[in-house]
């Protein structure tokens, strides 16, 4: 099985993670104790991850990887798709392999499958609750380092990644515009400055308009409720795309995606989705 994301490598990713938990470069560190202190080098387990309940799947080729790199021998089968929707009790992965190894990339492997497929699940309940109006965007709220699987992660639910970070688009919130002094004029120097995709940050009607002369190719319409938003959606009638972002919640997403925007963004995907309850138990080959 193979996993491969633009921008993030899987191998250096596993490395590190490894590393940190084994705690290589520190004083008495680099090595598994409890696993090399109890486990005989010889022994062999066979396992099963499995879920504890109902979630939307993120990070078994991940895991996979975590084993491998500690025993390359070791047998993994992976029993279901990414983004598949499981039933609690569902069978999630089989391995079988050295003991030690096995052991010492359990807490790496299960802490990814965790937290990227709490990620899926939170994802695809926000996308039920939109009933089919709009798309669903995650944004930069990411943890330092994993902005690639955790927006993967949110694919795998269901939503659309919002820009990558800081370089593959613009987006003029309230403090450019501070600093420029007005919302056309932050536009107009994106504008000037050759910059493609520039999304603008309006909070009030009367900045649509300005926006969207200046140049703007997407508007974020921030924390406005479901009739704010539809008068603004009727101003803009199309010409760009719309976003709503703010006081956004499982509650709340129906309306908001119900008011004709093209897009609402929600921040607690990556940056509050509690992690799935999945476990792995071995037993002696």
């Keep these: 099985m193979t996993f491969s994301l633009t921008g993030f490598d899987l191998d250096r990713f596993v490395r590190d993670t490894l590393a940190e938990d084994l705690g290589k470069g520190l004083p008495g560190g680099g090595r598994d104790v409890t696993s090399d202190s109890v486990i005989p080098a010889d022994a062999r387990f066979s ?41 609690a009790g569902t069978d999630l992965m089989r391995l079988s392999g050295l003991a030690r190894a096995l052991l010492t990339a359990e807490r790496s492997a299960l802490n990814t499958v965790q937290h990227l497929s709490g990620i899926a699940t939170m994802t695809a309940r926000y996308v039920a609750a939109m009933h ?6 995650d944004t930069r709220k990411t943890i330092p380092g994993l902005r690639h699987l955790e927006k993967y992660a949110t694919r795998m639910g269901g939503a659309q990644n919002h820009r990558m970070g800081l370089w593959d688009a613009a987006m003029i919130k309230d403090n450019h515009v501070a ?56 101003l803009v009638a199309r010409r760009v795309p719309c976003e709503a972002s703010g006081g956004v919640n499982l509650d709340t997403i129906g309306a908001i995606a119900a008011t004709g925007v093209d897009y609402v963004s929600v921040g607690r995907l990556t940056q509050s989705a509690p992690a799935a309850d999945i476990g792995l138990d071995f037993q002696l080959l």
Excluded: K, W, Y
């Design 179 to 234: 600093v420029a002094g007005s919302v056309d004029e932050a536009v107009g120097r994106a504008v000037r400055a050759g910059v493609r995709d520039i999304i603008c940050e309006v909070d009030r009607i009367d900045q649509i308009e300005p926006a969207l002369r200046a140049g703007a190719t997407h508007l974020l319409l921030d924390n406005m409720g479901p009739a704010m938003l539809r008068e603004a959606v009727a």
């Design 132 to 137: 089919g109006h709009a798309a669903l965007l």
């Design 47 to 87: 396992g099963v991850m499995d879920s504890r309940d109902a979630i939307t799947v993120a990070g078994l080729p991940i895991a996979a990887a975590f084993f491998r790199a500690l025993d390359p021998a070791c047998e993994v089968e992976v029993l279901v798709g990414e983004g598949e929707v499981v039933a």
